[in-house]
C-alpha cells in the first residue's frame, strides 16, 4: 500500500452528464470521459471523483439511487465504467466514487418493500414513525428542497423521514443489517478497483432517536439539522465502517459533512480515530448567506474569509483539510469570490494559488481550470435544478422583487455548476451533436478549453503549474500554515514553513492597486519566485509591495 497517497493529490471532479457526450444522446457518459482522459493528464491531476453514477430517476441528479450494484443507462454499461477504470489507472489516475447512504431513491427495492407494511423484512430499513394523535407529521422538521420532512404511508399508517426530497427516504442506520448491506455493497466497488468514496451528507446517518422539534432559529429548510446532524453514533458508525471495510483497501475518504465545524470536524479527520481521511466543509460557503439561505445577492467579506480558512487550517493541522472553492452543488468561484468581468484571467488565478498554497488535498471542479462564470440564463425555464425551482416559488410566494429573486438564482443556482463542459467554441461547445440535458452558457464561445489550450498564459496552465508545484516542492504538502498581516482589508497573506524553507503567498483581492506589507525578517532570507499570476512580477520580495488587481504571488524562501 502507499500510505496517505491522498495527501499529496490533486483531484478534479467530473460531473458525468456534463462532461462529455460520446454517443449524441445529449448526456455525457463513461465514454466521453475515457476520451477526455489526455485532458486530464495534461492538467496533471491524480484522481477523478465521479459524482453518482448509480442507477437512479433522476429526481436529484443521481444522488437519489435506486441500486447500487447498476449503472445509470445513460451513462454507459459496467463494461464501459471498467475500460474508464482500467484506463485511468493506466494513466496513474485514480478514480473516486459518489457513496450516497443517508438515503436512497424511493424506488430502490428496500423501500419499495419496506413501505408495504410493518411486518416484512425491509420494514426496518427505514425511518418509520406513527403520527401524532392527531393525524401530524411526528415532528416540524423541513427538508431541503421544500416541504416536510415528513411523507405519510397509507399501508403503514406511518411517515418517513426524508431530509431532502419526498423521493429520497433516509435510510435507518440503526439497524445493524442496514449497514452490513452497505459495507458490502462497498467492498464490491472495492473489488472491483476503486480508489475510494466522496461520501454524501455523511455526517447525518446518525439521527437523535427523541427527534425533537426544531427551533424556530434554524431555517425551515435545514431545520432538520435539530435532530440528524453529527448524531449520537455518527463516529461509531463511521469507526465501524473503517474497521469493517476502509482499511483493508488502500484508498481515500472524504466525507460531506454539512453543519459541522472545525472542532467536530477533527473528530472524523484525526488519524487515531480511524473514521476518514477528510471532510468537506461549508463554513466559507455560508459567508455570503442571507435571509434565503445561499439565495442572496450579499458578497463574502474578505476578513470572513480569512478567518474561516485559517480556522480550519489550524484546527485540522493534525487531521487533514480538503481544499475546495466550488463544486456541483455551488456557483463558480470566479463569480463569487474573485471578478468574473474585466479580471476574470487574473482572479481566477489568484483564486487557484490561494488554495492550491494551503496543506491539504485540493479539489478542482471541472471547468474551474479555465475560468468558467455563473451562466446568464436569461429565463427562470432555463434552470433544471429541483433547489433553485423551490427557492424561486418560495422568493415569490414572499413577495421578493421578481429581479432580486432573478439575481439570487443567477449568483447562487447549482445549474451554474452543471452545464456541459465547453470543450471548443463551436454551437454544441464539442460536447454533443444533440440538444443537451440543460442548455450550454452562451459564455462558450469565448471561455472553452480549445481557445484555453491555444493560450500559454491561460488559466489552465497557471493550474497545471501550482499541480506541478505541489509534487517538486514537499513545503506544499507538509508544510505549517501562518496568517501574517491579519488585519490587511485587501489581501490575503501567509506563510508555509518546513525544516528551514518558507513560502510567502500574497493574494489580493482588490479591483485597485494596493500596497501590502512584507515582514522585516523574511526579506533577509533568498527568496526565488515560485509563481504569479502577472508576467513580470518582481523576483523577490520588499517591504512595502504594491500588488496590482488581484495579483497573487509566492516566494520561495531559505
Known amino acids: 500500500m502507499t500510505a496517505e497517497w491522498w495527501k499529496n493529490s490533486v483531484v478534479y471532479q467530473v460531473y458525468p452528464q456534463s462532461f462529455k457526450d460520446s454517443n449524441n444522446d445529449g448526456v455525457g457518459d463513461f465514454q466521453g470521459i475515457i476520451e477526455k482522459l489526455p485532458y486530464l493528464v495534461k492538467l496533471g491531476i491524480d484522481v477523478i471523483w465521479l459524482n453518482p453514477i448509480f442507477d437512479s430517476p433522476l429526481v436529484d441528479n443521481g444522488y437519489d439511487i435506486a441500486d447500487y450494484e447498476k449503472i445509470l443507462p445513460q451513462y454507459g454499461t459496467m463494461e464501459d465504467f471498467k475500460e474508464l477504470l482500467d484506463k485511468a489507472h493506466q494513466l496513474n489516475i485514480r478514480i473516486i466514487l459518489d457513496l450516497v447512504v443517508n438515503h436512497t431513491s424511493d424506488l430502490h427495492k428496500w423501500f419499495l418493500a419496506s413501505k408495504e407494511d410493518q411486518e416484512n423484512p425491509y420494514a426496518d430499513y427505514y425511518i418509520w414513525k406513527d403520527p401524532k394523535p392527531d ?11 421544500g416541504g416536510p420532512a415528513w411523507e405519510y404511508v397509507e399501508s403503514r399508517n406511518q411517515y418517513y423521514l426524508h431530509c431532502f426530497a419526498k423521493e429520497q ?3 435507518n442506520w440503526e439497524n445493524e443489517t442496514v449497514r452490513q448491506e452497505i459495507y458490502n455493497m462497498m467492498r464490491k466497488w472495492f473489488e472491483l478497483g476503486i480508489d475510494g468514496f466522496r461520501m454524501d451528507v455523511i455526517s447525518l446517518i446518525s439521527k437523535d432517536p427523541a427527534y425533537p422539534d426544531a427551533p424556530d432559529t434554524l431555517a425551515y429548510t435545514k431545520s432538520y439539522y435539530a435532530g440528524a446532524s453529527n448524531g ?9 465502517m473503517n474497521q469493517e471495510v476502509l482499511r483493508h483497501y488502500d484508498v481515500m475518504t472524504v466525507g460531506e ?3 459541522t465545524n472545525s472542532t467536530q470536524a477533527q473528530l472524523y479527520t484525526f488519524p487515531e480515530r480511524e473514521e476518514l481521511n477528510m471532510v468537506f466543509h461549508f463554513d466559507h460557503m455560508h459567508l455570503d448567506y442571507g435571509k434565503f439561505g445561499k439565495f442572496s445577492d450579499i458578497r463574502f467579506k474578505l476578513s470572513d474569509l480569512r478567518n474561516t480558512l485559517t480556522e480550519w487550517q489550524n484546527q485540522l493541522d493534525h487531521g487533514w483539510n480538503s481544499l475546495y472553492w466550488s463544486n456541483h452543488d455551488q456557483p463558480r468561484a470566479v463569480t463569487r469570490f474573485g471578478d468574473d468581468g474585466e479580471y476574470r484571467e487574473v482572479s481566477a488565478k489568484m483564486l487557484g494559488t490561494l488554495l492550491h498554497m494551503m496543506k491539504g488535498t485540493p479539489f478542482i471542479f471541472q471547468g474551474e481550470e479555465l475560468g468558467m462564470r455563473n451562466v446568464p440564463f436569461t ?3 432555463e434552470y433544471q435544478d429541483i433547489e433553485t425551482t423551490y427557492f424561486y416559488q418560495e422568493m415569490t410566494a414572499a413577495g421578493e422583487a421578481l429581479e432580486d429573486i432573478k439575481r439570487a438564482v443567477y449568483l447562487k443556482s447549482r445549474d451554474n455548476a452543471r452545464t456541459p463542459m465547453p470543450w471548443n467554441g463551436e454551437a454544441n461547445s464539442g460536447f454533443s451533436e444533440a440538444k443537451p440535458w440543460i442548455a450550454y452558457s452562451p459564455d462558450n464561445r469565448r471561455i472553452n478549453v ?3 489550450l491555444a493560450d500559454p498564459n491561460s488559466i489552465f496552465y497557471h493550474y497545471q503549474k501550482l499541480i506541478a508545484l505541489r509534487k517538486e516542492y514537499p513545503i506544499i504538502q507538509l508544510g505549517e500554515y501562518q496568517l501574517i498581516n491579519e488585519e490587511d482589508s485587501a489581501v490575503y497573506s501567509y506563510l508555509r514553513t518546513y525544516q528551514d524553507e518558507t513560502l510567502l503567498v500574497l493574494c489580493s483581492f482588490s479591483k485597485d492597486k494596493v500596497n501590502v506589507r512584507v515582514p522585516q525578517e523574511l526579506l533577509e532570507k533568498e527568496s526565488a519566485l515560485l509563481i504569479s499570476n502577472y508576467s513580470d512580477t518582481a523576483t523577490q520580495p520588499f517591504a512595502e509591495m504594491p500588488l496590482r488587481p488581484y495579483e497573487a504571488v509566492v516566494y520561495h524562501l531559505t
Open 135 to 145: 393525524g401530524s407529521a411526528p415532528n416540524n422538521w423541513g427538508s431541503t428542497f
Open 169 to 171: 427516504p433516509d435510510l
Open 232 to 240: 449520537p453514533r455518527v463516529h461509531e458508525f463511521l469507526h465501524e
Open 257 to 259: 459533512t454539512p453543519n
Open 379 to 381: 429565463d427562470i425555464s
Open 450 to 452: 480549445e481557445s484555453t
